[in-house]
């Protein structure tokens, strides 16, 4: 595979990213943790829009099923953790280009969220770190997991229910297809847990325990192609363990851990790059690589890795897969860059 990058801007504490189409056609969207603005690129050139100046603060960007660009995103969660005021936003595309912005929930400390849809219904799903903070290392006050359905008219109230507690440094998420139903992964300290929406409106969510151990991110992915999905997990809150767990006889076990040393690993994703199983992974200190990691034998089973680029500290990414090429959005946060990297074989 080769790797070729294209810087898009310049935005301080980059950190999250999303694509999805408005208006039928593809966007890309940046935004910085920090103060500051959300950006949306159009087209084969990359055309440079504002969707928001400001607050900034922001931690994921999901769009809505169904709607023609609308999306939820997080606000107001700064660096380090003060994030009292977090707040979920709806952005809306207009007819002149610009973007309605409007605050629908107020949830202190949510750091990742969803919408999840499953009999046809779309659910809210969100984590929040913890519930409050004295100071930054103040974990006392575990977050929880908020679930409501989602109105498809966002002007009226989204209820919200409190169905799990106690999760410490409640940080990492991934969407999943969990034993043939949608589910949302949710990590912490206290370890992994498969989130399930109800079959039909009015029942019960599920909550299935997938490890027990601190993980603090999580992607999931078939990567030596056996039919049986491995657990990638950086472990543990913002850690220096990138690991693959594969399940043997009921349990997962470790079988692989990135050999170089890293700290405050934060990338990780695992999917299809040039119709190859590949796992993605990233870390803000030390090399500040962005990585990626392949099967490279079934039997005996052993992994080979490269280096897409070192020095950028990369928060959150992206795949977009193309007929001719992949992409990898990447915001490289430690570097306040939003960049692209096209893959091709």
């Known amino acids: 595979m080769k790797f070729e990058k294209k810087t898009l801007a310049d935005l301080h504490r980059c950190y999250a990213v999303s694509s ?45 099923p169904e709607k023609n660009g609308d999306f939820l995103a997080v606000q107001n969660f700064f660096p380090t953790f003060r994030s009292e005021n977090a707040t979920i936003v709806w952005g809306k595309p207009l007819e002149n280009g610009e973007w309605d912005i409007r605050t629908v929930l107020s949830l202190p400390y949510v750091h990742r969220f969803d919408i999840l849809t499953s009999g046809g219904v779309n659910y809210f799903i969100g984590a929040t770190l913890c519930t409050s903070k004295k100071d930054k290392d103040d974990w006392s006050d575990p977050g929880k997991i908020y679930v409501g359905v989602l109105p498809d008219d966002l002007s009226q109230p989204i209820k919200l229910t409190v169905i799990k507690e106690g999760l410490t440094k409640n940080h990492g998420y991934c969407r999943a297809l969990w034993n ?31 490890l027990e151990k601190p993980v603090s991110d999580i992607a999931i992915i078939d990567i030596d192609e056996d039919g049986i999905d491995e ?3 950086i472990e543990a809150f913002h850690g220096g363990n990138f690991v693959i767990n594969k399940k043997v006889g009921e349990k997962y076990e470790e079988i692989y851990r990135y050999p170089k040393e890293m700290d405050f690993g934060h990338v990780v994703w695992g999917g299809m790059l040039r ?9 803000r200190r030390f090399e500040k690589e962005l990585f990626y990691i392949q099967c490279e034998s079934k039997n005996p089973l052993t ?26 959005v990447s915001a490289n946060r430690e570097i306040g860059e939003a960049a692209l990297y096209f893959v091709t074989d």
């Open 20 to 64: 999805f189409d408005v208006n039928s056609e593809r966007k890309i969207f940046f935004a910085t943790e920090g103060e500051g603005a959300c950006y949306m690129f159009s087209g084969s050139d990359f055309k440079q829009s504002t969707v928001w100046d400001g607050p900034g603060g922001t931690m994921s960007i999901v769009p809505i």
């Open 180 to 210: 043939g139903r949608t589910a949302g992964m949710v990590t912490c300290e206290e370890g992994v847990f498969a989130v399930i929406p109800p079959k039909s409106k009015g029942e019960e969510w599920t909550i299935e325990t997938v």
């Open 231 to 233: 657990l990638i997990t």
């Open 275 to 283: 119709g190859i199983p590949t796992i993605i992974g990233g870390y």
């Open 303 to 328: 992994f080979k890795t490269g280096v897409i680029e070192a020095g950028t500290g990369p928060s959150n990414i992206y795949v977009i897969n193309d007929k001719d090429r992949d992409i990898i």
